[in-house]
């Protein structure tokens, strides 16, 4: 008896040491990538900074108008620093400092974002450095490229970040009477965002792991004594039966010892398959909210233009995904949908639906490419990089439909439609319904996935196909996982009966064709099990 609760004991240890460490992995996890992001977010600060800063310069300073909150830089020494225009407008001229300053001015009042030029030898007094700074600046003279910290204590909570500014040719002209020359760190900027917000953030991420690992320390221990109270009840049930066995027949004691070794070898293969059975869940349940945070939610979809999403993993983890996103360029906005469908489900696609969601950010956001047809083949390629797939015999890839929409200059343009729709796919099409017309039109993609090396796809170019679609019309792209599904009588849903059901539900109010689409797709299937993951989109013009 004593070692059958020793067992019980030891299982449920063992079950709380494995859990305890999860949840301190985990909180650590959350304070390091916190620290990670917002490092990333200070130091894009600062190069934005930077990039006016040199834009400012290479002018040689910039004349605005004089105003009561635009008064004349006292420390600017410059002959023309004052001008007055034909029109007798008084401009006055304002170096990278006097902008850096200007800049911080209005942060602090729009943002919880602040910026402070600073130097040991400033010439503006307010310019001065704060003890932080102070210390971040003589390490700047050691050497260091730029200082990081959390400061968090009952007067502040803040983020800091600091770089310096090395001394060039067209600073000289407001230091060189400092004793700077070229070269010199004469002093730095410095970024502090608050940390309320964030650490508030991370505190709820906190709170949420140790919910979840409470669940699990509750269920591990519950279902570890139900597992060893079954065990034991069997243990004993078959001792009783060995007694009887062993005053009948002596001869069957042997076969009752390797029956008993056997009863153990189960207990102890139980447990191993509960364990890993149980990390495996443990597992595909993170990866499912890790896969959920890719993905946009349904406000930020609905930013610019009405739209739905009829999302259906097949397993617990998904290899479709959506992605949207808006880039402004050239002062134009293009509002960019895009629908993908990975090779695989499960796991393996959903590994590949975070490979790609990451390589669209970077084409689309950071990049700035706005051709369809150009994201496809870019994404192509990064495709074949990153799996390495010149290399081995990889040759997954992605199936996606891009849909940029572009709104109508009222100003400049004289054309009669409102939005520009130019769409670009890789072997998944576009659907549209035209309302003058009360019809539903396929535009086919490229016959040609994004990734892989099969020889025969890379003699097909990606597209871009325009149409003009006005208010009242709608776009619909869809991966083929609708399409596949199969009633219980082993029939296809078909591409002739989902335009036939696109038509239908077009007509109907836009905020019930979600749920119309999910239960004609249920009626079909009967209860028949999902084959794929189904993934729709709908957006109204």
Known sequence: MKNKKGIIVISVTLWIIIVSISLVWNMVLVDVNTKKIIFGQAQSFFNEIITTRLWNASHGGVYVPTTSKTQPNAYLVDPNRDIITTDSIRLTKVNPAFMTRMIAEIAKTRSDIQYHITSLKPLRPLNSPDEWEKKALKKFEQGHKEIFEHINNKS??????????????????????????????????????????????????????????????????????????????????????????????????????????????????????????????????????????????????NNFFETFVLYRP????????????????????????????????????????????????????????INPCTILELLDDRLIKALKQN???????????ICRIETKDTENSESNYENKITYSGAKLPLYYYNSNNNEVIRIKGT??????????????????????????????????????????????????????????????????????????????????????????????I
């Open 391 to 401: 290399e081995s015999d990889n040759n997954d890839g992605m199936e996606l439909s």
């Open 314 to 369: 097949k397993d617990i983890v998904s290899g479709d995904f959506y992605w949207y996103t808006c880039v402004n360029k050239n002062n134009k906005n293009y509002y960019f949908y895009i629908l993908v469908d990975c090779t695989g489900h499960g796991v393996p696609g959903a590994f590949m639906s975070i490979i790609g969601a990451r390589l669209l950010n970077g084409i689309i956001n950071q990049k700035k490419e």
């Open 156 to 301: 502040q909570n803040v983020f800091r970040y600091m770089a310096p500014l090395a001394v060039d040719n067209v600073c000289l002209k407001c230091h060189a009477i400092q004793g700077y020359k070229e070269g010199d760190i004469r002093g730095g900027i410095s970024v502090t965002i608050k940390g309320e917000s964030i650490t508030d953030a991370s505190y709820n991420q906190k709170f949420n792991l140790i919910l979840i690992h409470i669940f699990a320390y509750m269920a591990g221990i519950f279902v570890t004594l139900l597992i060893n109270r079954i065990i034991l009840n069997n243990i004993a049930i078959m001792q009783t039966k060995n007694k009887v066995l062993i005053k009948e027949i002596n001869t069957r004691i042997k076969t009752e010892n390797e029956l008993r070794i056997k009863s153990k070898e189960l207990e102890l293969a139980n447990k191993s398959i509960y364990f890993k059975n149980e990390n495996l869940n443990s597992s595909i349940r993170y990866a499912k909210s890790i896969q959920h945070s890719i993905l946009p939610t349904i406000k930020h979809l």
């Open 447 to 540: 016959r040609r996935p994004a990734g892989g090396t099969h020889p025969n796809w890379k003699t097909n170019k990606f597209e871009n196909h325009e149409l003009y679609l006005n208010k009242g019309d709608m776009v619909y792209f869809s991966s083929d996982g609708f399409m596949d599904q199969n009633s219980p009588d082993r029939k296809r849903f078909g591409r002739t009966h989902f335009i036939e059901t696109l038509l239908l539900i077009a007509q109907k109010p836009f905020e019930t064709q979600q749920n119309e689409l999910n239960k004609i797709l249920e009626d079909f299937m009967q209860g028949e099990n999902q084959r794929d993951d189904i993934s729709l989109m709908g957006i109204k």
